[in-house]
Protein backbone atom coordinates (compact mmCIF):
# COMPACT_ATOMS: atom_id res chain seq x y z
CA UNK A 1 0.00 0.00 0.00
CA UNK A 2 1.10 3.56 -1.24
CA UNK A 3 -0.24 7.07 0.15
CA UNK A 4 -0.05 10.13 -1.83
CA UNK A 5 -0.31 13.75 -0.42
CA UNK A 6 -0.38 16.03 -2.89
CA UNK A 7 0.10 20.08 -2.13
CA UNK A 8 0.99 23.08 -3.66
CA UNK A 9 -2.34 24.51 -6.00
CA UNK A 10 -3.35 27.40 -6.28
CA UNK A 11 -4.27 30.35 -8.21
CA UNK A 12 -1.88 32.17 -10.76
CA UNK A 13 -1.95 34.42 -13.39
CA UNK A 14 -0.96 33.15 -17.00
CA UNK A 15 2.77 33.51 -16.91
CA UNK A 16 2.97 32.62 -13.44
CA UNK A 17 5.04 29.83 -11.77
CA UNK A 18 4.03 27.09 -9.33
CA UNK A 19 5.54 23.88 -7.29
CA UNK A 20 3.41 20.70 -7.15
CA UNK A 21 4.78 18.11 -3.98
CA UNK A 22 3.48 14.41 -3.84
CA UNK A 23 4.44 12.72 -0.28
CA UNK A 24 4.50 9.07 -0.49
CA UNK A 25 4.58 6.81 2.59
CA UNK A 26 3.66 3.01 3.04
CA UNK A 27 5.18 0.64 0.84
CA UNK A 28 7.72 3.42 -1.22
CA UNK A 29 10.52 0.94 -1.64
CA UNK A 30 8.31 -1.03 -4.32
CA UNK A 31 7.96 2.30 -6.33
CA UNK A 32 9.52 1.80 -9.82
CA UNK A 33 8.14 5.40 -11.05
CA UNK A 34 6.04 8.00 -10.67
CA UNK A 35 4.05 10.77 -12.61
CA UNK A 36 1.67 14.07 -12.58
CA UNK A 37 -1.57 13.46 -14.61
CA UNK A 38 -4.33 16.43 -14.79
CA UNK A 39 -7.51 16.53 -15.33
CA UNK A 40 -9.97 19.37 -16.45
CA UNK A 41 -13.43 19.75 -16.38
CA UNK A 42 -15.36 17.50 -19.27
CA UNK A 43 -12.14 15.87 -20.25
CA UNK A 44 -9.94 13.21 -19.58
CA UNK A 45 -7.13 12.78 -17.36
CA UNK A 46 -4.10 12.60 -18.84
CA UNK A 47 -0.43 12.46 -18.76
CA UNK A 48 1.44 15.50 -17.61
CA UNK A 49 5.25 14.18 -16.55
CA UNK A 50 6.40 11.07 -15.33
CA UNK A 51 9.92 9.89 -13.47
CA UNK A 52 11.06 6.29 -12.42
CA UNK A 53 13.15 5.22 -9.80
CA UNK A 54 16.47 5.79 -12.14
CA UNK A 55 15.85 9.22 -12.81
CA UNK A 56 14.19 8.92 -16.29
CA UNK A 57 12.04 11.68 -17.12
CA UNK A 58 8.65 11.32 -19.51
CA UNK A 59 6.83 14.76 -20.35
CA UNK A 60 3.33 14.98 -22.62
CA UNK A 61 4.17 17.17 -25.81
CA UNK A 62 1.76 20.13 -24.06
CA UNK A 63 4.47 21.05 -21.56
CA UNK A 64 7.44 19.77 -23.51
CA UNK A 65 9.20 22.67 -25.19
CA UNK A 66 10.11 21.75 -28.93
CA UNK A 67 12.59 24.01 -29.87
CA UNK A 68 12.51 25.21 -26.43
CA UNK A 69 12.98 25.04 -22.34
CA UNK A 70 10.37 22.54 -21.56
CA UNK A 71 7.74 24.38 -18.98
CA UNK A 72 7.23 22.32 -16.58
CA UNK A 73 9.90 19.89 -14.49
CA UNK A 74 9.55 17.20 -13.07
CA UNK A 75 11.98 15.87 -9.88
CA UNK A 76 12.13 13.61 -6.83
CA UNK A 77 13.80 13.71 -3.34
CA UNK A 78 14.48 10.51 -2.31
CA UNK A 79 15.05 11.51 0.92
CA UNK A 80 12.05 13.09 1.73
CA UNK A 81 10.29 10.70 -0.35
CA UNK A 82 8.46 13.43 -2.06
CA UNK A 83 8.21 14.43 -5.83
CA UNK A 84 7.65 18.06 -7.25
CA UNK A 85 6.25 19.20 -10.42
CA UNK A 86 7.53 22.50 -11.13
CA UNK A 87 5.37 24.57 -13.27
CA UNK A 88 6.42 27.93 -15.22
CA UNK A 89 5.00 30.23 -18.24
CA UNK A 90 1.60 28.79 -16.77
CA UNK A 91 -1.25 29.02 -19.54
CA UNK A 92 -5.06 29.34 -18.89
CA UNK A 93 -5.21 25.64 -20.37
CA UNK A 94 -3.09 24.50 -18.13
CA UNK A 95 -5.84 24.83 -15.58
CA UNK A 96 -7.40 21.36 -13.75
CA UNK A 97 -7.07 19.08 -11.01
CA UNK A 98 -3.37 17.69 -10.96
CA UNK A 99 -2.75 14.10 -9.80
CA UNK A 100 0.06 12.74 -8.53
CA UNK A 101 0.64 8.54 -9.19
CA UNK A 102 2.71 5.41 -8.06
CA UNK A 103 3.33 2.62 -10.06
CA UNK A 104 4.06 -0.80 -8.06
CA UNK A 105 4.75 -4.24 -9.71
CA UNK A 106 1.91 -5.85 -9.76
CA UNK A 107 -0.17 -3.28 -8.34
CA UNK A 108 -2.90 -0.85 -10.33
CA UNK A 109 -1.61 2.57 -10.23
CA UNK A 110 -1.99 4.37 -6.92
CA UNK A 111 -3.52 7.86 -7.21
CA UNK A 112 -3.23 11.33 -4.86
CA UNK A 113 -6.58 12.71 -3.42
CA UNK A 114 -5.50 16.01 -6.27
CA UNK A 115 -4.60 19.39 -6.31
CA UNK A 116 -6.38 22.31 -8.22
CA UNK A 117 -4.57 24.26 -10.35
CA UNK A 118 -6.14 27.44 -11.55
CA UNK A 119 -5.02 29.83 -14.49
CA UNK A 120 -6.68 33.20 -14.88
CA UNK A 121 -5.88 36.48 -15.21
Known amino acids: QVQLVESGGGSVQPGGSLRLSCAAS????????MGWYRQAPGKQRELVAT????????????VKGRFTISRFSISRDTAKNTVYLQMNSLKPEDTAVYYCSADLSGFPRYWGQGTQVTVSS
Open 26 to 33: GSIFSIYA
Open 51 to 62: ITAGDTTNYADS
